[in-house]
T-cell receptor, first 112, second 114 residues
């Protein structure tokens, strides 16, 4: 069964600290993997996309990694800011062009 | 540039009532979709459309209808509301299908069915 699992479910860190969010998937055939950021009360916004051949991609203070062999991805946030408080959702695309496999998200809280 | 606009933001319905959630986008995207988001679960696809006049079912279509008469608009109709339809509903669009281009989401409609 195609599944995306994210860990931890929630995370609290102090402002300025780094953190890493995990995404494991059992989706086949794999096409690509996206990370979305969802602020409270808003819709998700795409942060980055990882394709099969990419290992690392950065978007400012966000760095995503992909290990296609172990079917794992991570999102590392450097020098966290209060505005990073949000849910981060991992989404995997597969054979279908129209249907995605969504993780349940990690809720990140940054405390001052 | 408004992006994806959803109305209303909040709605309370009684069991058995019907209503339409509105969604409009101004990016000329061909692909539009409706998702529901429930606590502890990933987003679930209700219906989607790849262009005006074309719609298809997603993962959880029962109890919902859609139509796509224009590129801009993609309303979602609840036929006879049930408490199980209490959820946050998101409309999203993308230039191509969501595999190849990012989804642009509205800010959601929070629906409560009593």
């Amino acid at each position: 069964k195609n599944q995306v699992e994210q860990s931890p479910q929630s995370l609290i860190i102090l402002e300025g600290k780094n953190c890493t969010l995990q995404c494991n998937y059992t989706v086949s055939p794999f096409s690509n993997l996206r990370w979305y950021k969802q602020d409270t009360g808003r819709g998700p916004v795409s942060l980055t996309i990882m394709t099969f051949s990419e290992n690392t991609k950065s978007n400012g203070r966000y760095t995503a990694t992909l290990d296609a062999d172990t079917k794992q991805s991570s999102l590392h946030i450097t020098a966290s800011q209060l505005s990073d408080s949000a849910s981060y959702i991992c989404v995997v695309s597969w054979d279908s062009n129209y249907q995605l496999i969504w993780g349940a998200g990690t809720k990140l809280i940054i405390k001052p | 540039n408004a992006g994806v606009t959803q109305t209303p933001k909040f709605q309370v319905l009684k069991t058995g009532q019907s209503m339409t959630l509105q969604c409009a986008q101004d990016m000329n995207h061909e692909y539009m979709s409706w998702y529901r988001q429930d606590p502890g679960m990933g987003l679930r696809l209700i219906h989607y459309s790849v262009g005006a006049g074309i719609t298809d079912q997603g993962e959880v279509p029962n109890g919902y209808n859609v139509s796509r008469s224009t590129t801009e608009d993609f309303p979602l109709r609840l036929l006879s509301a049930a408490p199980s339809q209490t959820s946050v509903y998101f409309c999203a669009s993308s230039r191509q299908g969501p595999r190849n281009s990012p989804l642009h989401f509205g800010n959601g409609t929070r629906l409560t069915v009593t």
